[in-house]
Nanobody
């Protein structure tokens, strides 16, 4: 059974940085596409970033491009989201997700496994 556990959320001032981690159980982590999503209060869950297995290619939402970096360490079964220049509108619960295969990784429905989420709050 695959389990995902996020960590690293917290309270940060606007302009600051946080690094989220997502530890994944399971022997085939390196083959998964991993994604990060977020959900603010009263809003739908939205795509943030994804990273493919094998070649590790990344894809970002326009709202975070140039500020966030997604990476993975397959030896540690962990995926990261480095968030810099944080803005008030980045406040949300952040979720990591894993997909065994497929396409359209900006869509939540493309993912098979989800973590419980970690709160990120950006203050002024």
């Amino acid at each position: 059974q695959v389990q995902l556990a996020e960590s690293g959320g917290g309270l940060v001032q606007a302009g600051g940085s946080l690094r989220l981690s997502c530890a994944v159980s399971g022997r085939t982590f390196s083959a998964y596409t991993m994604g990060w999503f977020r959900q603010a209060i009263g809003k739908e869950r939205e795509f943030v970033a994804s990273i493919r297995g094998s070649f590790g290619s990344t894809y970002y939402a326009d709202s975070v491009k140039g500020r966030f970096t997604c990476s993975r360490d397959d030896a540690k079964n962990t995926v990261y989201l480095q968030m810099n220049s944080l803005k008030l509108e980045d406040t949300a619960v952040y979720y990591c997700a894993g997909a065994r295969g497929g396409y359209y990784f900006e869509r939540p429905t493309s993912y098979d496994y989800w973590g419980q989420g970690t709160q990120v709050t950006v203050s002024s």
